[in-house]
């Protein structure tokens, strides 16, 4: 736990000029507040306050005084400014006037889902495979979408490629985010960062730094980052393939991992593995939150269509990765739906809830669809249930779900439906070029 101290401490030894406040709304995009660092004394010790009525998800123009309280753990300074305007940045949680934590703070959810996890004994960890493109800038900026390289999976691709990515690396190691490794991905222009496990928290807050050092670094070499989903046609879609563990509260130990089962996998991880199946297509809302999410989905080469499981199969939804004798320690599953684009706090706290319930519930594990099977039993690809199609189906059965709705919350979960409902239906409504050339002088 950092201290009110060593942050003063910090600040002061590291000639820091300015703190940012960080925290997010609903959809995961970040805001901040930038404050001299003369007055960062008082806002640790009474908070920062702001008005959020116009914070996407947030509370009404009557209820608008919010109070930002800063984590003292997120502690980081930005290392690309320069020494005049070095910034350091802390993570908040969002409050009323009253103290209270407020209810429509995403990271206060994942806060509170977490809590119930160790009500029952366990510490959600995960580790994010964070995928993205990178985008040469035209000389008259038209047209952003040339990708950055002609690479491919784990390719050495150009120089160029090599030093943006050690560029990144050692800005992550710098903001105090560890990372297990780098590769270029299938796509021209697309990259893969690992993140090594940890809480899930934490791990949510790595996430939304990483996007925004990775942008940051790619902006300075002429470069354009994006984390959408599929942002051409021709190229596959970048996911966020999330791997979950639980761990024993007391010990440590990691409560899916038991040896002598055919997966490795103990009666929790069936359970939790279970509920997440169960709840897939309501998880889809927050994991796959945006209309370009479902061109990826079920198009884009490894994105998953189908409900189910399995060790070897780039195709299931969850997978549970081989781990070598004497590893168990690393049993895992891999959640292979959840894409760049969501809010990392969200998606952790509904991924757990389904998982969770599964337990409550003993759910049952059906029997896992491996690529061989998946291929010889064609009539039993046509019996399995299917993720959404769409934001908008991915919407309807979130609706219909009381456990992910109970996991955000009634004043997210109502917030969230109505945006995300308004997305699509703008979306529904444009009429494409792809329409008029199709359609306009055949009609």
Request: charged share 20%; with cysteine; hydrophobic share 40%.
């Amino acid at each position: 736990m950092t201290t009110r101290e060593e942050v003063m401490a910090a600040i002061s030894d590291q000639k820091i000029h300015f703190i940012d406040l960080w925290f997010t709304d609903i959809t995961g995009l970040v805001k901040s507040i930038t404050l001299p660092a003369s007055e960062v004394e008082n806002v640790l010790e009474e908070g920062a306050h702001f008005d959020g009525s116009t914070i996407e998800g947030f509370a009404r123009v009557a209820e608008s005084d919010m109070v930002l309280i800063p984590d003292l753990d997120t502690f980081a300074v930005l290392p690309w400014d320069p020494p005049e305007e070095r910034t350091a940045r802390l993570i908040c949680t969002v409050h009323t006037v009253q103290g209270e934590p407020f209810i429509g703070d995403p990271r206060i959810v994942l806060t509170r889902m977490s809590e119930q996890a160790e009500a029952m004994g366990f510490t959600y960890k995960t580790g994010i495979e964070l995928e993205f493109f990178l985008f040469r800038a035209t000389e008259d900026g038209a047209n952003p979408l040339l990708p950055q390289d002609r690479a491919g999976y784990f390719d050495m691709s150009t120089g160029q490629s090599q030093s943006i990515r050690r560029k990144m690396l050692a800005t992550l190691s710098a903001l105090n985010i560890p990372v297990e490794s780098t590769h270029h991905e299938i796509g021209s222009g697309q990259h893969e960062i690992d993140l090594r496990f940890d809480r899930a928290l934490a791990s949510a807050d790595k996430v939304l730094t990483s996007r925004v050092a990775l942008k940051t670094i790619a902006q300075r070499q002429g470069l354009y980052c994006t984390f959408m989903p599929r942002p051409v046609e021709n190229l596959p879609g970048s996911g966020m393939h999330t791997h979950q563990s639980l761990h024993d509260l007391q010990t440590g130990d990691n409560s899916f991992a038991q040896t002598g089962d055919q997966y490795g996998l103990s009666p929790t991880a069936r359970h939790f593995l279970a509920g997440q199946l169960h709840h897939a297509r309501a998880l889809a809302a927050v994991l796959a939150p945006l209309v370009n999410s479902y061109k990826r989905l079920g198009t884009s080469f490894e994105a998953p269509v189908y409900v189910t499981w399995a060790h070897i199969n780039r195709g299931a939804l969850i997978r549970v990765p081989h781990i070598a004798p004497g590893r168990e320690t690393h049993t895992r599953l891999e959640l292979r739906c959840p894409d760049p684009s969501s809010n990392p706090y969200l998606a952790s706290a509904v991924m757990l809830a389904a998982g969770l319930n599964g337990i409550r519930q003993q759910m049952q594990l059906p029997e896992p669809l491996e690529e061989t099977l998946f291929q010889q039993d064609p009539s039993r690809r046509r019996r399995l249930e299917v993720l959404p199609t769409s934001l908008g189906e991915a919407l309807d059965a979130l609706a219909q779900d009381e456990v992910i709705l109970s996991a955000l919350g009634p004043f997210i979960s109502d917030r969230y439906l109505a945006a995300k409902r308004q997305e699509f239906d703008a979306y529904n409504r444009q009429i494409t070029p792809w329409e008029l050339e199709r359609y306009f002088s055949h009609y």
